[in-house]
């Protein structure tokens, strides 16, 4: 199937709406807000993942947008999310602005170059956004989570550990939601949205099979930045 390349960034938006990957108002708003191309200078306007060095990628927008839909209702104005494995900041920036002005969108990253080059993305069209403290980029070992600004409305994964991370459960505010793929590399991976309820019951569903990158180790990941 041939992937969809818009002329530009509001022609990508329009045809995400219009096959269906964005089915609300909200992701169609807080996704025409955020210039893809402020975050890729590769092929920004197509529907398809694009390398950003240091063995990773910015996902495929349609698959943004499906990881917005899952967590629409956990993403309102006050919410608190985290968004592991956050690159270039883009998805990080889209949860930000449906959390709404009294809320707070943390971005963790363990590649500090990839950290400090999402700022710079950022700061060219939502500047706002670091300054006031919606968005919090830092550079860490995503699959511990981030505690000091948790616990979570909605959490986000953006590459496959082997199990679930304890720590992001852990992280998981009562009433909250977890989606994130799971699986080995090279093998069979599944997205799957992890639901906790009020009382701290955790309910797991499986929702399709995926291919994303491992959440791994940085020693791992990019071996070539040690030598």
Not at 19 to 29: E, F, L, P
Not at 62 to 69: C, I, R, S, V
Not at 194 to 223: A, F, R, W
Request: charged share 20%; with cysteine.
């Amino acid at each position: 199937m041939a992937r969809f390349s818009g002329a530009n960034h509001k022609e990508l938006i329009n045809h995400l709406r219009d096959t269906g990957s964005i089915k609300t108002d909200r992701i169609y708003d807080a996704m025409m807000a955020v210039e893809r191309g402020d975050f890729t200078k590769s092929n920004p306007c197509t529907d398809a993942p694009q390398s950003v060095g240091y063995s990773t990628t910015i996902s495929a927008p349609h698959m943004h947008a499906h990881a917005l839909e899952l967590l629409s209702d956990k993403l309102q104005e006050g919410s608190r999310a985290l968004d592991v494995g956050s690159g270039t900041g883009y998805l990080t920036v889209c949860m930000a602005l449906m959390c709404g002005e009294s809320g707070k969108a943390v971005g963790i990253d363990h590649i500090q170059e990839l950290v400090e080059s999402s700022v710079k993305n950022v700061k060219k069209q939502h500047y706002d956004l670091l300054t006031s403290g919606r968005v919090i980029l830092i550079n860490g070992e995503g699959r511990d989570g981030y505690a000091e600004e948790g616990p979570y409305d909605a959490i986000h994964v953006g590459a496959a550990p082997d199990v679930v991370p304890q720590a992001l459960l852990d992280q998981l505010k009562p009433g909250g939601r977890l989606v994130l793929p799971v699986g080995p590399r090279g093998g069979k991976q599944v997205l799957q949205r992890h639901d906790k309820s009020p009382n701290g019951k955790l309910v797991k569903t499986e929702l399709m099979n995926v291919i994303y990158g491992s959440l791994t180790s940085v020693d791992n990941q990019c071996p070539d930045l040690w030598k």
